[in-house]
């Protein structure tokens, strides 16, 4: 079933294929026509979603012209089969192929993707993507292809939402653009980096009735990339456009002049913006850095026949733990009791917390002011690891109660962690006599 999703087109052309995605201007990229086989392009179009006015939002959160949906695997059993077979490792390693690009991951949740319907009036200005995502089980990881696959028949050039690549749209007058008609299983592919520049013009609002601007969008991603390519982390850049003097009757020079010299003003300052993000980026990820190296050396508060191994999850410096508290330990000598010592925070009542090890659940511990030593059994041998995730039922923000000015989300204070050896009282005098 897999090796019929692409056409046999795609499968005996891919040297070549590489060959003129990596050539191409302005920056790597390749389209291709007849991608997917006739009977997947009508399978797509058979159960393409229809725009849903409630789920209309862009990202700036306003009303949009534009319908995507991301689940590709609930939009019906024909797109969950495509799915199965874009997370595949042949598809994958077709798209190693058509690319040079090595190691490349796909996003099951498809952030950004999916289906794209693009209704009159809607376009989108000349852009590069975000650069990094979190993918849940495989963590931070690089964007580095766009897969883009049009769903619409006999699309006309002069409907609008034809893609646009650029070569630097922050310079129109020398700004180079391919533009490229969203056609009937046309594949567009590109690779995503910061000179990716790329858009499309709105769809013209005299498009026939029913019709809309249809894609399908697979974005790929790796675990590292190039390191002249590496930038701080960032979202979605754009570059705003404005009309043709012509198109607003502008007559003379003079106000031709002025509104040229405007529009390059607004795009000077945005520009500068950009930049300025860009640096304001770099700051926050290494910021970001000196965290994560601070959280290695953290220590959580172990005692007896443990060691921590590893970071901590959800420790404070001074022993304040928030609602979700991780760590791993190791037994520096036979343990068969793991003792808590907690410390009760005045304004929670009735605190409680759930007991993990190993992600199984133990116990719940109903913390009683009075009582702050409790223990559960378990059986360790020397250098045996174990997990321990602790789960309160509550936690306040001091500062938000009007106590305290701290600001961090608190449900407890964990004095102490041990592990235990408790030995029969026979045992004990005879070791000892």
Same mark, same amino acid.
């Given at each position: 079933?897999?090796?019929?999703?692409?056409?046999?087109? =795609?499968?005996?052309?891919?040297?070549?294929?590489?060959?003129?995605?990596?050539?191409?201007?302005?920056? $790597?990229?390749?389209?291709?026509?007849?991608?997917?086989?006739?009977?997947?392009?009508?399978?797509?179009?058979?159960?393409?979603?229809?725009?849903?006015?409630?789920?209309?939002?862009?990202?700036?959160?306003?009303?949009? %012209?534009?319908?995507? =949906?991301? +689940?590709?695997?609930?939009?019906?059993?024909?797109?969950?089969?495509?799915?199965?077979?874009?997370?595949?490792?042949?598809?994958?390693?077709?798209?190693?192929?058509?690319?040079?690009?090595?190691?490349?991951?796909?996003?099951?949740?498809?952030?950004?993707?999916?289906?794209?319907?693009?209704?009159?009036?809607?376009?989108?200005?000349?852009?590069?993507?975000?650069?990094?995502?979190?993918?849940?089980?495989?963590?931070?990881?690089?964007?580095?292809?766009?897969?883009?696959?049009?769903?619409?028949?006999?699309?006309?050039?002069?409907?609008?939402?034809?893609?646009?690549?650029?070569?630097?749209?922050?310079?129109?007058?020398?700004?180079?653009?391919?533009? =490229?008609?969203?056609?009937?299983?046309?594949?567009?592919?590109?690779?995503?980096?910061?000179?990716?520049?790329?858009?499309?013009?709105?769809?013209?609002?005299?498009?026939?009735?029913?019709?809309?601007?249809?894609?399908?969008?697979?974005?790929?991603?790796? $675990?590292?990339?190039?390191?002249?390519?590496?930038?701080?982390?960032?979202?979605?850049?754009?570059?705003?456009?404005?009309?043709?003097?012509?198109?607003?009757?502008?007559?003379?020079? =003079?106000?031709?002049?002025?509104?040229?010299?405007?529009?390059?003003?607004?795009?000077?300052?945005?520009?500068?913006?950009?930049? %300025?993000?860009?640096?304001?980026?770099?700051?926050?990820?290494?910021?970001?850095?000196?965290?994560?190296?601070? $959280?290695?050396?953290?220590?959580?508060?172990?005692?007896?026949?443990?060691?921590?191994?590893?970071?901590?999850?959800?420790?404070?410096?001074?022993?304040?733990?928030?609602?979700?508290?991780?760590?791993?330990?190791?037994?520096?000598?036979?343990?068969?009791?793991?003792?808590?010592?907690?410390?009760?925070?005045?304004?929670?009542?009735?605190?409680?917390?759930?007991?993990?090890?190993?992600?199984?659940?133990?116990?719940?511990?109903?913390?009683?002011?009075?009582?702050?030593?409790?223990?559960?059994?378990?059986?360790?041998?020397?250098?045996? +690891?174990?997990?321990?995730?602790?789960?309160?039922?509550?936690?306040?923000?001091?500062?938000?109660?009007?106590?305290?000015?701290?600001?961090?989300?608190?449900?407890?204070?964990?004095?102490?962690?041990?592990?235990?050896?408790?030995?029969?009282?026979?045992?004990?005098?005879?070791?000892?006599?």
């Amino acid at each position: 079933m897999n090796k019929n999703f692409l056409s046999s087109k =795609v499968l005996s052309g891919i040297d070549g294929f590489r060959d003129s995605f990596v050539s191409a201007s302005p920056f $790597k990229h390749l389209v291709l026509d007849g991608f997917f086989t006739d009977e997947v392009v009508e399978g797509l179009l058979a159960d393409f979603p229809k725009p849903d006015p409630s789920t209309m939002i862009n990202e700036h959160g306003q009303a949009s %012209k534009k319908h995507v =949906v991301s +689940c590709v695997s609930e939009i019906s059993e024909f797109y969950a089969r495509l799915d199965n077979y874009i997370g595949s490792e042949s598809f994958i390693k077709i798209m190693e192929d058509l690319t040079g690009i090595k190691g490349l991951l796909y996003d099951p949740g498809y952030y950004g993707g999916g289906t794209h319907n693009n209704l009159a009036g809607q376009g989108m200005n000349p852009h590069v993507d975000f650069n990094l995502l979190d993918i849940p089980e495989v963590g931070q990881v690089h964007r580095r292809i766009n897969a883009i696959i049009y769903l619409n028949e006999d699309w006309q050039e002069d409907w609008g939402g034809n893609l646009e690549l650029h070569s630097n749209p922050w310079k129109p007058d020398t700004d180079e653009v391919l533009t =490229v008609v969203p056609k009937k299983n046309r594949m567009v592919l590109f690779e995503t980096n910061e000179i990716s520049w790329h858009g499309f013009k709105p769809v013209s609002d005299k498009i026939p009735e029913g019709v809309t601007r249809k894609s399908f969008a697979i974005y790929m991603y790796t $675990k590292e990339r190039p390191a002249e390519e590496v930038v701080p982390s960032h979202g979605t850049f754009y570059v705003p456009e404005f009309p043709q003097s012509s198109e607003l009757g502008l007559k003379t020079k =003079v106000a031709k002049d002025e509104y040229r010299d405007a529009a390059e003003r607004a795009r000077t300052m945005v520009y500068n913006l950009y930049q %300025k993000e860009k640096a304001l980026n770099g700051n926050i990820d290494e910021i970001r850095r000196e965290l994560d190296q601070m $959280k290695e050396l953290l220590r959580a508060p172990i005692g007896g026949g443990f060691r921590q191994i590893g970071p901590v999850k959800g420790f404070h410096a001074d022993g304040i733990v928030s609602k979700d508290v991780s760590l791993r330990v190791m037994a520096t000598t036979p343990v068969n009791e793991i003792r808590f010592q907690f410390y009760s925070i005045d304004f929670i009542d009735k605190q409680s917390v759930d007991i993990l090890i190993n992600g199984e659940f133990v116990k719940t511990i109903e913390l009683d002011p009075d009582v702050q030593r409790y223990s559960v059994p378990i059986s360790l041998q020397d250098g045996d +690891c174990v997990n321990i995730d602790l789960k309160f039922a509550k936690s306040a923000i001091p500062s938000e109660l009007g106590i305290a000015e701290d600001a961090r989300n608190i449900a407890g204070n964990i004095i102490l962690i041990e592990g235990m050896t408790t030995l029969p009282r026979g045992l004990l005098k005879r070791l000892f006599a």
